[in-house]
């Protein structure tokens, strides 16, 4: 594929599923950062590499003085083998833009293109593409790069495709948008015995199951306090497979899940107290580990009242949602010290979910999300 940005919607299209084609698993994205430089120098940007590994910003400036607004996508694939589609396949065994990542970027890539034609008034435009969303440790790892201090925006926006609504339909919600959530990993060690005298060891079999009942139970605690809590068990393992032996060690694996950091930190010190409690009545010893760390996304409502002033000015219904998404995102890591807001643009409500091997992005969202963060940038930087 050449290295020329396209001007087109239909090229925007066949840039969108040249992406798809060639999927990066999250802190890999060498490849796909290279190509979207490419283009972002072609489009007379000023481009910032290394931010946070493989990301990159991209920077349009006005001439004059004003705010810098940031845009944010994200450049990684999953770990998912996807159905084949069309001539846009993965290339890759098992790795799929399956959450929508390669739409995202065409996003911000059109948006590029429209700068690249008509400059802002004034301050400055930073299109970010962001490695490692999928794992939580993207938005941290760029937030800590040097070079992100000369990028800091005034006005933060990021928008997910979501697929069950109507198409092109925006949602937005004031305070927390998307939960927290983290990884919990218990490991219990006891001492393994023969399964005929089990008595001369120390099983930790029913420490094991009263950790999963407790976990499974823990959310009640906090009813009706700051919102959503949720404790899912995700996985469990108890010894080997050996009918001669009884077992000597054990792991429960869970995702704790709230609309607060707040909420979660108290949640995390609950699930791990309950832990060590039940690990210390049978005598074992205990390991606790987190991994997967997501803090809540918080909109601010100034940013969120742009966005629906823009819905409305390019002819996008705008839905306001009752309760923050359960799924997670790092993008509230980038917004702690500006105006900052992510939305949803419906994706068809026919369309597979999320991280399914059959999701694909809809190429007829590409354009409408374009229009909606050109228009964010122009109701910052167009004015006086």
């Known amino acids: 594929m050449n290295n ?31 190509l979207i430089a490419g283009w972002m120098e072609e489009a007379g940007a000023e481009v910032v590499t290394g931010l946070g590994g493989h990301g990159l910003a991209a920077i349009f400036r006005g001439a004059a003085p004003g705010p810098r607004v940031m845009l944010r996508c994200e450049l990684d694939a999953l770990p998912i083998d996807e159905v084949p589609r069309g001539d846009w396949s993965s290339c890759h065994q098992h790795v799929g833009h399956l ?78 948008f998307t939960c927290a959530s983290r990884g919990m990993i218990v490991r219990l060690s006891g001492l393994c015995a023969h399964a005929a005298h089990p008595e ?99 909109n601010s409502a100034e940013a969120n009242a742009v966005i629906r002033g823009v819905a409305a000015q390019v002819g996008q219904p705008c839905h306001e949602l009752d309760q923050a998404h359960r799924w997670s995102e790092d993008f509230g890591v980038l917004g702690r010290e500006c105006h900052a807001a992510m939305f949803t643009l419906g994706a068809g409500e026919a369309l597979p979910g999320l991280h399914h091997p059959r999701y694909d992005f809809p190429d007829d969202l590409i354009l409408p999300g374009v229009a909606l963060f050109e228009g964010l940038v122009r109701h910052h930087l167009n004015g006086a």
């Open 99 to 176: 959450c929508g990542h390669d739409g995202h970027m065409t996003w911000l890539l059109g948006v590029a293109q429209r700068l690249a034609r008509r400059p802002v008034a004034r301050g400055e435009v930073v299109l970010l593409f962001q490695p490692a969303e999928e794992t939580g440790e993207g938005a941290r790892a760029v937030v800590r790069t040097k070079a992100f201090e000369t990028i800091k925006p005034d006005f933060l926006y990021a928008c997910h495709n979501l697929p069950g609504r109507p198409l092109g339909e925006v949602s937005v919600r004031d305070d927390a």
């Open 200 to 298: 001369n060891g120390r099983s930790p079999a029913m420490a094991m199951c009263r950790i999963m009942q407790g976990l499974s139970r823990l959310p009640l605690q906090f009813a009706d306090e700051t919102g959503l809590a949720m404790v899912t068990l995700v996985h469990a393992r108890l010894g080997e497979v050996a009918f001669g032996t009884a077992p000597g060690d054990a792991e429960v694996m869970a995702t704790l899940r709230t609309e607060s950091n707040d909420m979660m930190k108290a949640l995390a010190e609950a699930a791990v107290s309950l832990a060590r409690s039940e690990a210390e009545e049978d005598h074992l010893g205990i390991e606790v580990d987190w991994c997967d760390a997501f803090e809540a996304t918080w």
């Open 4 to 34: 020329t940005l396209p001007l087109l919607g239909t090229e925007l299209i066949e840039l969108r599923h040249a992406l798809h084609r060639a999927p990066e698993l999250s802190g890999q994205e060498e490849a796909t950062s290279a």
